[in-house]
């Protein structure tokens, strides 16, 4: 992995920590705005990271299988890990979600 590459990474996940800790970064406003779509659109935008997430993953393990020069073992098993991290969440998102209706609908009313 070159030192740009590197330094880009490094940037990313430090604005990423950054977010998550609910800080704001210089310049950056943090929007607390709910999406115009509301949950449903949001869930499904999620859904489709997740695939692109995958998708991406799944192209460069092929290039790299194929032997392309441009694309390192280092870069696909990054890649994965993203993947797979994005796909464990949106499982314990649908599980939570699953057990709150399981909830609801168990409810005395």
Not at 28 to 51: K, M, Y
Not at 65 to 81: K, R, S
């Amino acid at each position: 992995m070159s030192s740009p590459a590197i330094q880009s990474a490094l940037a990313q996940m430090q604005t990423l920590a950054t977010q998550a800790g609910g800080q704001a970064t210089k310049g950056q406003l943090v929007s607390t705005q709910v999406g115009q779509g509301g949950f449903a659109g949001e869930l499904q935008a999620s859904i489709q990271r997740i695939n692109r997430l995958q998708h991406t993953a799944s192209t460069k393990a092929m290039a790299f299988q194929a032997g392309d020069p441009n694309v390192e073992l280092n870069d696909v098993m990054v890649d994965m890990q993203k993947a797979s991290v994005a796909f464990q969440m949106g499982l314990q998102v649908r599980n939570r979600l699953v057990s709150a209706y399981r909830d609801v609908m168990n409810m005395q009313v």
